[in-house]
């Protein structure tokens, strides 16, 4: 088992940032995936970004591309998610997660899921 646990959620101004972070703890394997996901209500739950094993590749949704950075410390199996320029359609439950194979911008291809934290944008 593998225990997510994610941070730094809040309430922003449109065009401010927030930093969330995602600690990894239990049976974590540095050879994952680390990708972050969110979900607004009323809709399902889309793809956000993704970092691989060795942080050598990134990916990033098309709206997310020049705002958003995902990093990650093996070390500390952690995965933070840098997001600025912030726009009211950003808000959602962000939610962290790790893949052991398949399409990292599949939800499917991820086992294990933190709680999520809130991140509000106001216009």
């Known amino acids: 088992q593998v225990q997510l646990v994610e941070s730094g959620g809040g309430l922003v101004q449109a065009g401010g940032s927030l930093r969330l972070s995602c600690a990894a703890s239990?049976?974590?394997?540095?050879?994952?995936?680390m990708g972050w996901f969110r979900q607004a209500p009323g809709k399902e739950r889309e793809f956000v970004a993704a970092?691989?094993?060795?942080?050598?590749?990134?990916y990033y949704r098309d709206s997310a591309k020049g705002r958003f950075t995902i990093s990650r410390d093996n070390a500390k199996n952690t995965v933070d998610l840098q997001m600025n320029s912030l726009k009211p359609e950003d808000t959602a439950v962000y939610y962290c997660?790790?893949?052991?194979?398949?399409?990292?911008?599949?939800?499917?291809?991820?086992?294990?899921w933190g709680q999520g934290t809130q991140v509000t944008v106001s216009s």
């Open positions: 997660a790790t893949s052991s194979a398949g399409p990292v911008n599949s939800r499917y291809s991820y086992a294990y």
């Open positions: 239990g049976r974590t394997r540095s050879s994952y995936t």
């Open positions: 970092i691989s094993w060795n942080s050598g590749n990134t």
